[in-house]
């Protein structure tokens, strides 16, 4: 059974920094693209940034503008989404995906207010 379970969320002011991570059971995860979503309130969810097995990253640039470096260990069947420069109202909860169709995690939120 695949499962997913996203952490390291919390509340921060406008600035401030969190480092989200996930880890995966239940496949085998260094075989497959690992995905940070987010979905914020009244909104759809949407591609945050993609790590393939290759190392290959893809961001949504809307979003990240360089501030959140996607990365990965598998030894420890983990994709970590480190995130600076948080912005004011940026408040949603973050979801981890490895492109299974599994049913979405339950997610960690985050929430930006001063």
């Known amino acids: 059974q695949v499962q997913l379970v996203e952490s390291g969320g919390g509340s921060v002011q406008p600035g401030g920094s969190l480092r989200l991570s996930c880890v995966g059971s239940?496949?085998?995860?260094?075989?497959?693209?690992m995905s940070w979503y987010r979905q914020a309130p009244g909104k759809m969810r949407e591609l945050v940034a993609s790590m393939t097995t290759d190392e290959d990253r893809t961001y949504n640039r809307d979003i990240v503008k360089g501030r959140f470096t996607i990365s990965r260990d598998n030894a420890k069947r983990t994709v970590y989404l480190p995130m600076n420069n948080l912005k004011q109202g940026e408040r949603a909860v973050y979801y981890c995906?490895?492109?299974?169709?599994?049913?979405w995690g339950r997610g960690t939120q985050v929430t930006v207010s001063s």
């Open positions: 239940g496949f085998s995860f260094s075989h497959h693209t």
């Open positions: 995906d490895a492109g299974l169709g599994a049913p």
